[in-house]
């Protein structure tokens, strides 16, 4: 299997443009989860998905934020519109089963907004 | 206070020595504790976890984990300077999600 993959892996952007963000997790795994990591907060959880299906959303910062998962095999994280304090990695990660926590993260999408 | 917290660092040691990383949590009911590992402009990657009270050993890693204290630790024994990067303590609240540290760089002189 070839991972978990996102793209793009940087994004340049400037403030108030739509953001979109991609991933594919690795075939057979059930959980997918989006963070955001920044040196100020650390590696911070913001939606997980079980099944395709959104499970807990809590840490999505605010309503410019949505997650996607249309199918078992693609997730999107969009920001519209994006803002400069939206700046940070953005890594997806996927797991299976009863292994929920053992994560496997893409390379992470380095996203910067002017 | 905040849910996990660890020492920023870096933590400096020469190769060969035993790197000691330490990590306190918050919440009582805190289930399974994790270890993953990043090097610099990668992503996490998993070492170990420990569910248990005691220690959990892996290679040259252990994992030491005291619940009365909400305390965990690894130690990596025979440091390399392939072992320098930034490690990150999770835990698990018995949710399917983790919750992360801020992560200890360790930095391994030869």
């Known amino acids: 299997d070839a991972g978990v993959i996102q793209s793009p892996r940087h994004e340049v952007t400037e403030m108030g443009q739509e953001v979109t963000l991609r991933c594919k997790p690795i075939s057979g795994h059930d959980y997918l989860f989006w963070y955001r990591q920044t040196m100020m907060r650390g590696l911070e959880l913001l939606i997980y998905f079980n099944n395709n299906v959104p499970i807990d959303d809590s840490g999505m910062p605010e309503d410019r934020f949505s997650a996607k998962m249309p199918n078992a095999s693609f997730s999107t994280l969009k920001i519209q519109p994006s803002e400069p304090r939206d700046s940070a990695v953005y890594f997806c990660?996927?797991?299976?089963?009863?292994?929920?926590?053992?994560?496997?993260f893409g390379a992470g999408s380095r996203l910067t907004v002017l | 206070q905040k849910e996990v917290e660890q020492n920023s660092g870096p933590l400096s040691v020469p190769e060969g020595a035993i790197a000691s990383l330490n990590c306190t949590y918050s919440d009582r009911g805190s289930q399974s504790f994790f270890w993953y590992r990043q090097y610099s402009g990668k992503s996490p990657e998993l070492i170990m976890f420990?569910?248990?009270?005691g220690d959990k050993e892996d290679g040259r890693f252990t994992a030491q984990l005291n619940k009365a204290s909400q305390y965990v630790s690894l130690l990596i024994r025979d440091s390399q300077p392939s072992d320098s990067a930034t490690y990150l303590c999770a835990v698990n609240r018995g949710y399917s999600t983790l919750t992360f540290g801020k992560g200890t760089m360790l930095l391994v002189s030869p």
């Open positions: 990660a996927s797991s299976y089963g009863s292994g929920a926590n053992v994560l496997t």
């Open positions: 420990i569910y248990s009270n």
